[in-house]
């Protein structure tokens, strides 16, 4: 009976733990501080744009760029994302300090906190997660 009781309550409460697509837009702080990325839904993939770098200007006062020359602040860097099974997956996440493009996953921990995935091979096995904070749209964290 005990078990069936937890099946029950399973049953009744898993539409609260789902997730929708839409849940992942807006703006997120990365794990370094030191950047925002506004991501947003475009014919039903996910992106991500830089909309804030904490140092958006070298020590010649140029704007900041990315090894491929374009400049950081306001560059795409996440792309083609699709959701799939309450995760964000087969994007794609350009490293901006490296110039390399990863594979990416996303997945939200809770309403605040986002895991990113950036790997070497599709299946996720070789690479780093890193975990963003939602900010609010006012700007504070």
């Known amino acids: 009976m005990k ?5 029950c309550f399973f049953l009744l409460c898993a539409p609260l733990f789902a997730q929708n697509p839409d849940d992942v837009t807006g703006l997120w702080l990365v794990q370094d501080k030191d950047a925002r990325i506004r991501i947003y839904e475009k014919e039903g ?4 744009k830089v909309t804030w770098i904490e140092e958006p200007y070298d020590e010649n006062g140029n704007p900041v760029s990315a090894p491929n020359g374009n400049p950081v602040l306001e560059m795409e860097l996440m792309k083609g994302f699709v959701f799939e099974d309450d995760e964000w997956v087969d994007g794609t996440v350009y490293d901006a300090e490296t110039g390399k493009t990863y594979y990416g996953s996303m997945e939200l921990e809770n309403s ?3 895991n990113l995935r950036g790997s070497l091979d599709s299946f996720g096995l ?3 997660t890193e975990t963003w904070t939602r900010v609010n749209e006012r700007g504070n964290e």
């Open 3 to 7: 078990s069936f009781l937890s099946v």
């Open 45 to 48: 993939k996910y992106f991500g």
């Open 112 to 114: 605040n906190t986002l």
């Open 126 to 128: 070789i690479g780093r």
